[in-house]
Nanobody, 126 residues
Framework: QVQLVESGGGSVQAGGSLRLSCVVSGYTSSTVRMGWFRQGPGKEREGVAYIYFGGGNTAYADCVKGRFTVSQGNDKNTVYLQMNSLKPEDTAMYYC?????WGGGDWYQSQRYTYWGQGTQVTVSS
């Protein structure tokens, strides 16, 4: 049973930083693809960042490029999202998601991911 558990959310002022963590368990594939998504109030869920455990490839939404960094932990079971220079528009529930098999498509499409965490809230005040 694959499980994802996020942590690290909280409330910060604009310009601040947070680091989100997502611990993945119950899988053995070294080629898992991980995505970070967010859903703000009244908004659709959107892809924020992506990392391919098999090769370390990463991708980012334009709105977070240069501010957010996604990485894999040394334990190989944790994915991080370092968020710097946070803005009020970054306020959202953040979710990590895992895809053990990839049938093609774009990383920011939520339907590509099978497993999801429960989410962690990030609130940025101005």
């Amino acid at each position: 049973q694959v499980q994802l558990v996020e942590s690290g959310g909280g409330s910060v002022q604009a310009g601040g930083s947070l680091r989100l963590s997502c611990v993945v368990s119950g899988y053995t594939s070294s080629t898992v693809r991980m995505g970070w998504f967010r859903q703000g109030p009244g908004k659709e869920r959107e892809g924020v960042a992506y990392i391919y455990f098999g090769g370390g490839n990463t991708a980012y939404a334009d709105c977070v490029k240069g501010r957010f960094t996604v990485s894999q932990g040394n334990d190989k079971n944790t994915v991080y999202l370092q968020m710097n220079s946070l803005k009020p528009e970054d306020t959202a529930m953040y979710y990590c998601a895992a895809a053990l098999r990839w049938g093609g498509g774009d990383w920011y499409q939520s339907q590509r991911y099978t497993y999801w965490g429960q989410g962690t809230q990030v609130t940025v005040s101005s």
